[in-house]
Every structure is written in C-alpha cells, then in structure tokens.
C-alpha cells in the first residue's frame, strides 16, 4: 500500500534551517510530481511546493520563495523540502502528498503523509 | 493566485443531507478535489474529478459543479462525518479553500 512517511521537524530559532524528509513506498516514486503541504496550528491548508517526476520543475508559494528548495531523490524514493531563513509565520504541521490527475483540468492529492511538526521560536 | 470561498462552518442533523459549497474563478478550469480532515489526522481525499470517489469512501458522499461553484454533498449524514473539509483546485499552481467545519448533531 502507499506510504509517506515524513521527518525532520522540530524546534528552530527564527533565522534557522531544517531539511524535512519524506519517504514514499508501495508506489513508483520516479512516475508522479509530488507536493508539500503545510497547515499552521488551527489553521486551514496551504500549498507549499510542487516537484515534477524528473524534477525538471518546481514551484513554490509566494510566502516561501527564495527561502525554500524542494528536491527529491528517485533512488531512493525521498522527497525533501529544505527551509531556510525560518520565519514564526513558518511554523506548522508540513505534509507530503501525491498528486494525481490527467495533466489536463483533472489534478488531486491522493496519499498524504502523517505530517511532520515545524515550530519556529526563540 | 486565485481564492476558494468556503462556508466557515456548516450544521446537519443527523442521518439528514448536508452540502458544502466552494467557490473560485479556478472552478471554471479544474476539476474540484475535496479532503476529509479529523482533528489530528492527515486530510483523506473524498472527492475528486467529476464525482469520482476513492476506494473505501462511502457513497454517501457526492460532488458537483457548476460554474465557479463545487458542492460536496452529502446524504444521510453520520456521526463520523464530522470534520472540517477542504476543497482545492489547480491554480497557479495550487489553491485550497478555507475550509468548512461541519457539525453533525
């Protein structure tokens, strides 16, 4: 069955950095573009970044260009966001999701991951 | 980027049908998708496409469109319905809605 399981939360001081990992089985990682997606506490969700298959492109929200790299690894099935020049505004739970359509007008998040917690605070 | 409008909250007695409404330019263009989320968990896809739903989510649950509206309805309503519920569109790239909370009394 699919799975994505992601890492690398924590606590970090505003102006840090942090690597967040997801790790995706049960599905051939190389075939789909994938996403992180970020929900503040109580708040609703929000559309970070986007990776095609190959990583030939990305995308990223306005609130996090400049100071965010999305990467992913095919190998080894690894989708990472790395955040730097964090912000308190940045704090939230981050998933990962799987992103399904028909490159048309057809496009949906199918798998999520359980989410991982960034909390940015002196 | 573009906006989806969503109700904040949204009330059904229970086993009645409720709909949930979202509203944007980008509904014109993309198909709608709609995600289930209960407090502390991962949002699930409920509904995406024209009325397609993924395997092991109830029938109870439908979608529809017209215009810049998508409506997630959904009939006979259950106690494990409750939760907040989140449409989304391919815009620019990505957009989602506000959310809905819904309360099933």
């Known amino acids: 069955q699919v799975q994505l399981v992601e890492s690398g939360g924590g606590l970090v001081k505003p102006g840090g950095s942090l690597r967040l990992s997801c790790a995706a089985s049960?599905?051939?990682?190389?075939?789909?573009?994938m996403s992180w997606i970020r929900q503040a506490p109580g708040k609703g969700l929000e559309w970070v970044s986007y990776?095609?298959?190959?990583?030939?492109?990305?995308n990223y929200a306005d609130s996090v260009k400049g100071r965010f790299t999305i990467s992913r690894d095919n190998a080894k099935n690894s989708l990472f966001l790395q955040m730097n020049s964090l912000r308190a505004e940045d704090t939230a739970v981050y998933y990962c999701?799987?992103?399904?359509?028909?490159?048309?007008?057809?496009?949906?998040?199918?798998?999520w991951g359980q989410g991982t917690l960034v909390t940015v605070s002196s | 980027s573009s906006e989806l409008t969503q109700d904040p909250a949204v009330s059904v007695a229970l086993g009645q049908t409720v709909r949930i409404t979202c509203q944007g330019d980008s509904l014109r263009s993309y198909y709608t998708s709609w995600y289930q989320q209960k407090p502390g968990q991962a949002p699930v896809l409920v509904i995406y496409?024209?009325?397609i739903r993924p395997s092991g989510i109830p029938d109870r649950f439908s979608g529809s469109s017209s215009g810049n509206t998508a409506s997630l309805t959904i009939t006979g309503a259950q106690a494990e319905d409750e939760a907040d519920y989140y449409c989304n569109s391919r815009d620019n790239p990505w957009v989602f809605g506000g959310g809905t909370k819904l309360t099933v009394l």
């Open positions: 999701a799987r992103e399904g359509g028909d490159g048309y007008n057809l496009y949906y998040f199918d798998y």
């Open positions: 049960g599905f051939t990682f190389s075939d789909y573009y």
């Open positions: 496409g024209k009325n």
């Open positions: 990776i095609s298959s190959s990583s030939s492109y990305t």
